[in-house]
């Protein structure tokens, strides 16, 4: 079955970083756009980046220039390099996978799978 499994997770002050790593299985994981997610406490879950099947990214511009998307195709994984972190990118971190090819913008992408989440808090 597919599996989306996150870590990387963790505590850090501002201005930190961290990176994130997604292992998928149980699918065709180089035939899918991936993405990250991230939900706030008493927030919408909200769109942080994702990377097309070609490599194409996007990013939201609360996050632009700070985090990095990337996939690794011969490990079935996909990352999240989070530099110059702040306060409010404190959040549930959730790896996704979306079943289409090429160019997938943040606003086109619809999950198909989800991870079970990994924990980031950033103090002040």
């Known amino acids: 079955q597919v599996q989306l499994v996150e870590s990387g997770g963790g505590s850090v002050q501002a201005g930190g970083s961290l990176r994130l790593s997604c292992a998928a299985s149980?699918?065709?994981?180089?035939?899918?756009?991936m993405g990250w997610f991230r939900q706030a406490p008493g927030k919408e879950r909200e769109g942080v980046a994702a990377?097309?099947?070609?490599?194409?990214?996007s990013y939201a511009d609360s996050v632009k220039g700070r985090f990095t998307i990337s996939r690794d195709n011969a490990k079935n994984t996909l990352y999240l390099q989070m530099n110059s972190l702040k306060p409010e990118d404190t959040a549930m971190y959730y790896c996704?996978?979306?079943?289409?090819?090429?160019?997938?913008?943040?606003?086109?992408?619809?999950?198909?799978?989800w991870g079970q989440g990994t924990q980031v808090t950033v103090s002040s």
């Open positions: 990377i097309g099947t070609n490599g194409f990214t």
């Open positions: 996704a996978a979306f079943r289409a090819a090429g160019d997938c913008p943040l606003l086109i992408f619809r999950t198909s799978y």
């Open positions: 149980g699918y065709t994981y180089s035939t899918y756009c």
